[in-house]
């Protein structure tokens, strides 16, 4: 009897996790460079023939934003007319959500035939007992071949949280994007911010040609210096925004607004509408960085034209309900959340005081909740705190406390799926819910919805409705 497809799915999902599961977590422990071993990534693909270095590639990394650079660059090449891929992670629903092509997930059958080859050619390798394949690694191995046998012109990557040491960084890529970097996951990039820039500046590697740059907090900035010099001096390629690449917006209100993107000897005009408004600076970035690919590939790059206002986001201020208006996004720290505040700022302009906003927020420890709450909570008229689903994350601060010393009275509702339905109860039609949080958080209520995590563009299957 055939085995169902779908367990097949699962089966190597639960293979492509046991490298990892079978080293005591003791051992998993520490910072990424004493404990990670990517170079396993790296030997995998040439076992497997180099399938990535058949692929136009570009690799994403920074702290705020690399899922959203890599999203907004793979939809502004299709737009292009290029065959793409696009590799992100984690996922929020669907495991296969991690590997698109034209921005439909790959199908399980693709996947799994892969997934065995990659498995037959891993088992081969003599990795040691006290190390383990990175997950993230084997899931890049299958998108690179599913790419390179789909006849994908270009492929997008986002890193994890680093990049020196991060196992999709070893996927050969021409192009590198570098979103805002601060001082993040200090347990495992650190312990010092200027650890965490040096580590997401192995992005840089002996294959990249050129760097697109979004603006950088000034600490940053300073750290990544000697490393673009360097990358200058050996024949690198640097576009930074704010001084090499100049961004304007044209705003009409509405759907009617356009990011005009000028770099060296070309201008690039992305069509979006309000949900994009606040990404123009990770516009700016993914334009010139789309630029670049297509030079390479030789099509026309003096004056480029994109229109977005069919792509979804997900997760990423992506409208799922009307009447009250339920909004869903992942910012967990004050930078990202500031995105939420201009949308929201926006929105109630825009209702002129008929409407009030509705906060549902999920912050475990990690998580800059402070940020947070003093970007969102001038605007909100209720604020709840919950949880995830995810039982490995920790929810052990009093955040309700935390609001009252700011000067904010909230409620804690553990249940995420009662938070949400206790807020939508309370708000009314005319009204903005803000469902704000954690990626867990994210997949929990884009369940609760029943929004499908599949296209990501409009018209192309089940989803989400557009903002």
Not at 179 to 195: C, N, Q, R, S
């Amino acid at each position: 009897m055939t085995t169902p497809i779908s367990e097949q799915v699962t089966e190597i999902i639960r293979w492509i996790f046991s490298s990892y599961s079978r080293v005591p977590r003791e051992r998993r422990q520490g910072f990424d460079r004493d404990v990670r071993h990517p170079e396993w990534t790296r030997r995998l693909l040439d076992a497997l023939g180099r399938p990535d270095e058949r692929v136009y590639n570009v690799a994403v990394t920074g702290s705020k934003g690399k899922g959203s650079h890599a999203i907004l660059t793979a939809a502004i090449l299709q737009q292009m007319g290029v065959r793409v891929g696009l590799f992100t992670s984690p996922h929020l629903i669907d495991f296969l959500e991690r590997i698109r092509l034209q921005g439909l997930p790959i199908p399980e059958e693709d996947f799994v035939r892969l997934g065995e080859q990659v498995r037959s050619a891993a088992s081969a390798l003599p990795v040691p007992e006290d190390q383990y394949m990175g997950p993230v690694g084997l899931v890049a191995a299958i998108a690179a071949l599913w790419y390179q046998e789909q006849g994908v012109e270009a492929a997008v990557y986002e890193l994890g949280r680093g990049a020196r040491h991060d196992d999709v960084n070893q996927v050969a890529h021409r192009g590198a994007i570098v979103a805002p970097i601060f001082g993040e996951h200090l347990d495992k990039l650190g312990p010092t911010w200027e650890d965490v820039v040096i580590a997401k500046m192995g992005i840089l590697t002996e294959t990249t040609a050129w760097a697109a740059l979004s603006a950088q907090p000034p600490l940053s900035r300073k750290v990544m210096a000697p490393f673009l010099t360097a990358f200058r001096a050996s024949g690198g390629e640097v576009l930074e925004v704010g001084s090499d690449i100049e961004w304007t917006l044209d705003d009409r209100g509405g759907a009617a607004a356009a990011v005009t993107v000028r770099g060296p000897g070309f201008t690039a005009e992305v069509r979006v509408d309000e949900r994009l408004i606040p990404y123009a600076d990770n516009l700016a970035a993914s334009a010139a960085a789309a630029r670049q690919v297509l030079r390479d590939l030789g099509r026309d790059t003096r004056e480029l034209v994109a229109d977005l206002r069919g792509l979804t986001l997900i997760g990423r201020l992506q409208r799922v309900h009307r009447h009250p208006d339920v909004v869903i996004d992942g910012a967990i720290h004050a930078l990202s959340a500031a995105y939420v505040r201009r949308f929201a700022e926006r929105w109630c302009d825009a209702q002129a005081g008929d409407g009030r906003v509705h906060l549902v927020l999920s912050l475990p420890d990690d998580k800059d909740a402070e940020g947070v709450v003093r970007e969102l909570a001038p605007l909100a008229h209720r604020i709840v705190f919950t949880e995830t689903t995810n039982p490995t994350l920790h929810f052990t601060r009093d955040l309700v406390a935390l609001a009252a010393r700011m000067g904010y009275s909230a409620a804690h509702e553990p249940n995420p799926d009662d938070a949400i339905r206790g807020v939508l109860s309370a708000a009314s039609s005319r009204d903005l819910v803000l469902l704000i949080g954690t990626q867990s958080f994210v997949g929990d209520a884009l369940r609760f919805f029943g929004v499908s995590t599949g296209p990501i563009w409009a018209g192309t299957g089940e989803g989400g409705a557009p903002c």
